[in-house]
């Protein structure tokens, strides 16, 4: 009977052992390594040589181990500075992607770029090119790079991230810390994430894929090998990989890019109301059958003018969908109508006395917030761009002080920093308040083209922050 039992343990060990080979060949049939040849042409890495601080900067090191990190850590992409060399260039580390090799169009974060001074676009074949920024935008955080006098470059097929579920695989391509076309893998964790990092998308893809500093800009591809996302950030309490990466989704890099390339900066219309998410407590209120509206946002203000005026939306309007997508919440909202181009005509359903209906309207650019008493500046540092006076109509009159920037001039200097946005609000130059475009001329008496200048600015997203211009 022993014997019968160990000859039968024997049999089970010696039949399972094919099947796992077998497991494992069927495994190795599934590799990625044909889709990654193809894609990795199109990832390139950045050196972006900037004046001042950033957020892959080198690091100010005890005497006795900076010798050892200048020796070893250049292998690794990092750049260590003594106390004395801070005030000098630094290099910063990125990732981008070719979306356009006859044109040479490069893909990016813009926070990889402001202030950049020298931007070299380096091939997973060791070519080396300059690069020229064509445009950029900080509340999605995408920038356009152009490869100048280039030849035989890929590019990357863009997916559309709209078809993407939790669970997909996904691949994010990068040079994290100056490890070049570093390959890693996962899964989307979660979709329409909002991160608060000071921008605006609120729509971010989030994948446990590891990303790391240097992955900023770099492709996050599907199965098929197609671009479904652009890295920006990661979730992290030490600067390292936990698990937690987020990608603003193609479908928003083929919008946003288009304008950055064509006009410099990307436009948004917007529908000109307030809202606030629709709560349970306000469901029961309004008396409306349970299940009848789980989400949506109700409008709680309309500026005169607007689009939503014009359209006829009314004040305790609960939108509940655009173009027969659901509206959760506020932020699905904004999601929905950021997508839209400017001049596109699109359908909201609301729920208005209990009764659904529908209202087309047209995503317009509030002309009239930016053409108020508009002029440009005689101060040296602020050449290139233009104010007006805060209007009537805009959101903010009345609730804050200041100037706004209705222009600025993509071939300035200011415009290749990337400091500073349409939309913003100047309260302050050097100290002094700014409340009316003809405070320009007084202030710009009393400041020297050989000293920074102080701005305090307000942004759109309502964090403000001070900025010293040379």
């Not at 181009?341 to 209990?354: D, S």
Request: charged share 20%.
């Amino acid at each position: 009977m022993r014997l019968f039992f160990k000859n039968f343990i024997f049999l089970l060990i010696f039949c399972y052992i094919p099947n796992v080979l077998a497991g494992n060949a069927v495994a190795t049939s599934h590799s990625i390594a044909p889709v990654l040849n193809k894609i990795l042409p199109s990832v390139v890495n950045l050196s972006v040589t900037k004046k001042k601080s950033s957020d892959i900067e080198g690091l100010v090191l005890d005497p006795s181990i900076q010798k050892f990190f200048e020796e070893f850590g250049q292998h690794f992409g990092f750049k260590f500075r003594s106390p004395e060399q801070e005030e000098k260039s630094i290099q910063v580390l990125g990732s981008g992607v070719i979306i356009d090799s006859k044109n040479g169009y490069v893909i990016t974060n813009h926070h990889v770029i402001v202030e950049a001074e020298e931007i070299t676009v380096t091939l997973n074949d060791n070519r080396s090119f300059t690069a020229k920024l064509l445009g950029s935008d900080k509340e999605t955080d995408l920038a356009v790079l152009q490869i100048l006098d280039f030849s035989n470059l890929s590019d990357c097929k863009m997916g559309d991230s709209s078809l993407l579920q939790v669970g997909d695989f996904v691949v994010a391509i990068g040079n994290p810390f100056g490890l070049s076309h570093t390959v890693t893998s996962g899964i989307v964790s979660a979709l329409g994430r909002a991160i608060s990092d000071g921008n605006n998308i609120g729509n971010f893809i989030q994948t446990d894929a590891s990303i790391n500093p240097g992955n900023s800009g770099g492709a996050l591809i599907n199965f098929n090998g197609e671009l479904i996302g652009i890295n920006s950030s990661i979730f992290s309490t030490n600067r390292g990989n936990i698990g937690i990466g987020f990608a603003i989704p193609s479908n928003m890099v083929k919008l946003v890019s288009s304008q950055l390339i064509t006009k410099g900066i990307f436009e948004r219309g917007r529908l000109g109301i307030e809202v606030q998410n629709i709560s349970p407590e306000m469901i029961e209120a309004l008396d409306l059958p349970k299940n009848f509206v789980t989400g949506g946002s109700i409008v709680t203000k309309i500026e005169p003018g607007s689009p939503a005026s014009k359209a006829g939306l009314q004040i305790g309007d609960i939108v509940i969908a655009v173009d027969g997508v659901n509206i959760k919440n506020n932020l699905s909202l904004s999601n929905a109508i950021a997508s839209k181009a400017i001049g596109e005509k699109t359908t909201l359903k609301i729920l208005r006395n209990k009764k659904i209906q529908e209202i087309n309207i047209q995503i317009l650019k509030i002309e009239s917030i930016y053409k108020t008493n508009t002029e440009t500046s005689s101060i040296e540092q602020l050449k290139g761009v233009y104010f007006s006076n805060i209007s009537s109509e805009h959101k903010l009159y009345g609730k804050i002080e200041g100037i706004l920037i209705s222009k600025i001039d993509q071939s300035s200097k200011i415009a290749k920093l990337g400091v500073l946005n349409v939309g913003d609000i100047i309260q302050s130059i050097n100290q002094e308040k700014v409340k009316s475009v003809s405070d320009l001329a007084s202030i710009s008496k009393k400041t020297s083209s050989k000293k920074p200048v102080l701005l305090n600015i307000y942004h759109e997203n309502g964090s403000s922050r001070f900025l010293a211009l040379k």
